[in-house]
């Protein structure tokens, strides 16, 4: 026996993210010999005797009392990420929105401020521009690359930092670590929306982040047929955010919750395929005349290249560009498109591509999205897991058109 053999028996080693997304949170859930997680359909859960029902109800032995609250399968997802987080916590929502939505909601009151940037998706940005005001909560949004900006605005008094990176659809970055630092030196809960990279490329939590959440619906899914949303982190944070989901009701369905536990299998063989895809469109696109302007984490070109290789193993598998001739030009080339599905959303195994009128921005004006340095000219590309000689063949023909 080596040395090497010596020491894999010694100490058990950590399991690497491709063996935890296929194992973590599934052993503890199976029934009956099954070797798949079940789907739970029930509403509620029966107990033989009071004392035995009102052990689990106050969270002396473990169980389930009704499935807005809580539920096997759902559970068995939450588990899943929680590992790949490496996180205390970890609570599930309907939707990607309802995990954003309840987060600050729950960890927010009237009078208190939060810091976050221009550019966050779109849905969120609704919230710090319409519905938290509408409660009086303070909302700054700062310039999203300038860091020193932010860190002023955060030293200023705050109780919650939001940030979110690689940004939708321009695909800023923002130091984690750094905004991180500033946002505990001023007392803040720290939240990070990791939809974009994939607990495969980031993690937030590891650089001093709080609390980490994701849209599941995107590339934790892969396979665009399941909504979903995930919150991990510190587990008082979290439970604060879960008492809120379980009262307002917006938890993960069953059903949906078994999509993305059988889709997050292969969530890092997709990320690496999609990552290296990704790269090398980028490449190539920014080689072509008739793109005047790329933006991906993973080029050398990119103004926070820098931070991105510090923060991310992968660059994600989003891109977005910029054609010359403004909205008619993307009007010409996104009908061309044979391999692209024209629809909002990101992260699925299919190429997904659409302007940000349609897709991340559609709930702003076009007056909305030019104040957040969102150009008409623009395409999100989401590349999918096809062959990458393929996609570029499929716009070299698109972009033709021009
Ligand atoms: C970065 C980011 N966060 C949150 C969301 C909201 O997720 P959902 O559509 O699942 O509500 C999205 C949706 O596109 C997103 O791109």
């Known amino acids: 026996m080596g040395q090497d053999d010596r020491n894999e028996q010694a100490e058990p080693r950590a399991l690497a993210p491709e063996t935890l997304t296929v194992w973590a949170g599934e052993v503890d859930s199976l029934a009956h010999g099954a070797t798949q997680v079940p789907i739970v359909y029930s509403a509620a859960y029966a107990y033989p005797d009071v004392d035995a029902w009102l052990d689990v109800a106050m969270g002396r032995t473990p169980g389930h009392i009704y499935s807005r609250n809580t539920n096997p399968t759902v559970a068995a997802f939450e588990e899943k990420v929680r590992v790949l987080e490496a996180a205390e916590a970890a609570t599930s929502f309907a939707t990607g929105m309802a995990a954003v939505s309840d987060t600050l909601f729950a960890l927010l009151a009237p009078g208190e401020r939060v810091v976050s940037v221009k550019d966050t998706y779109g849905g969120t940005n609704q919230l710090f521009t319409d519905f938290l005001p509408r409660v009086g909560v303070k909302v700054e949004l700062c310039d999203t690359t300038d860091h020193e900006q932010i860190e002023e605005s955060i030293a200023a008094g705050c109780q919650l930092v939001y940030i979110e990176t690689p ?236």
């Open 167 to 402: 940004t939708n659809p321009t695909l800023k970055v923002m130091d984690i670590a750094r905004l991180a630092q500033a946002g505990q030196a001023a007392g803040a809960v720290v939240v990070a929306d990791n939809t974009f990279a994939t607990p495969i490329n980031q993690h937030p939590l590891a650089v001093g982040a709080d609390l980490v959440l994701h849209s599941a619906t995107k590339f934790l899914g892969g396979h665009a047929d399941a909504l979903g949303g995930v919150l991990c982190g510190a587990r008082d944070l979290v439970a604060k955010v879960y008492h809120y989901r379980e009262i307002t009701g917006a938890s993960l369905d069953p059903m949906a919750a078994y999509l993305l536990i059988r889709s997050m299998k292969t969530l890092a063989l997709r990320v690496e395929r999609q990552n290296e895809n990704a790269l090398r469109i980028a490449r190539w696109l920014e080689s072509q005349p008739a793109v005047t302007k790329v933006n991906y984490p993973g080029l050398e070109s990119h103004p926070q290249h820098d931070i991105a290789r510090r923060q991310m193993s992968g660059y994600g598998g989003v891109l977005s560009f910029e054609l010359d001739g403004g909205l008619e030009a993307v009007k010409a080339v996104l009908p061309r498109l044979r391999l692209a599905h024209r629809a909002a959303n990101l992260g699925a195994v299919e190429t997904v591509a659409g302007p940000p009128a349609t897709t991340s921005h559609v709930e702003c004006t076009p007056e909305e999205r030019a104040a957040m340095g969102i150009p008409e000219s623009l395409i999100r590309y989401s590349v999918g897991i096809e062959d990458a000689a393929d996609l570029i063949a499929d716009l070299t023909q698109a972009l033709a058109a021009l």
